[in-house]
């Protein structure tokens, strides 16, 4: 699945025109190493078909393409069009490019196993949410390689009893098991950004029974909402919350930071009867 020699990334961005755009969130990759590193998380790629947010000038796209997967990528800034139909053509028509907004796509309709993505910092958290809190589950998806600052990414990965534990790391937990893959340095994206990002890497696991998404969101926001509260005092805003803690033996006293992911499932559950 070796594609045809490219030109460098960066002849790509100065052929086409592809000033980083700061509004976009536009900070690319070219070191070609580093994005075959970044493709190799999901695990083997041949014959699968990959979900790319926001593939830019394209460099983690060939990334993809080298592994052997087929793309279906959505990109906003149609400057970027002409560089990623080269890439369609050097790759045997494997590469699907849609223009559009990924905030707004039907993703399930384009039949792709895998998401990976180096996307503006503000949409990932926002679509990482969104596919961690779809009703209907397992997800249409089988795994999520996704580049985000690093203290998001510890966010997510974030265990109980931390400052870094709150909402992001219950949804995550609850609905994935989620591990940081590998760190990646400022320097290694053009422009560089003025944080350290890593790659994170989630992959579903079967949601409990009886539990609704809506109720342990609801929990998780009042509880971290007043996160330096106890909980007989944060939960007060969920109707039997309180109540249902008493029963299944968690101490009112306690704050939101203490309980585990299994904790919140637990008191959902209780609450979703
Ligand atoms: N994947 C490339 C790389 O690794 O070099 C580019 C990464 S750059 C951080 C983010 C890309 O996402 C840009 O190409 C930008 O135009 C695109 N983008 C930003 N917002 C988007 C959105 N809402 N939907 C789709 N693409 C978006």
């Known amino acids: ?14 052929t086409h025109g592809l000033a980083a755009s700061k509004a976009l969130g536009q900070n690319f990759l070219l070191d070609e190493q580093l994005l075959d590193r970044i493709a190799r998380v999901p695990g083997p790629l041949a014959g699968e078909t990959v979900y790319e947010v926001g593939p830019g ?3 983690l796209t060939r ?18 069009l002409p560089a990623l139909a080269e890439l369609d053509a050097a790759s045997g028509g494997r590469l699907t490019v849609i223009e559009g907004d990924a905030l707004e796509i039907d993703e399930a309709a384009t039949g792709a196993a895998h998401v990976v993505a180096n996307l ?21 998806w089988r795994s999520l390689t996704l580049m985000f600052q690093k203290e998001v990414a510890e966010r997510i990965v974030a265990a109980p009893d ?35 990002s890593a790659v994170v890497h989630i992959v579903p696991r079967e949601a409990p029974a009886g ?8 929990l998780t926001a009042a509880a971290f909402g007043q996160r330096r509260k106890m909980l007989r005092q944060s939960l007060k805003a969920v109707p039997g919350a309180v109540e ?20 919140f499932v637990a008191l959902a559950r209780a609450l979703s009867d």
């Open 120 to 140: 503006p910092y503000n949409v990932g958290t926002a679509l990482l949410v969104r596919w961690l809190g779809l009703e209907a589950w397992p997800p249409w």
């Open 63 to 80: 990334a993809l393409l080298r592994a052997g997967a087929t793309v279906v990528a959505v990109e906003r800034d149609r400057r970027c």
């Open 57 to 59: 000038p394209g460099g």
């Open 211 to 218: 539990v609704s998404p809506a109720m342990l969101e609801r």
């Open 244 to 263: 249902a803690l008493a029963a299944l033996g968690i101490d009112p006293a306690r704050r939101a930071e203490t309980l585990t992911v299994d904790d």
């Open 162 to 196: 931390t400052d870094a534990y709150g909402r992001l790391a219950v949804l995550a937990q609850w609905r994935g098991a989620a591990r940081i893959a590998m760190g990646v340095h400022r320097s290694a994206f053009v422009p560089p950004p003025k944080v350290m």
């Open 1 to 14: 699945m070796t594609l045809p020699p490219l030109p460098p990334l960066r002849e790509v961005i100065a």
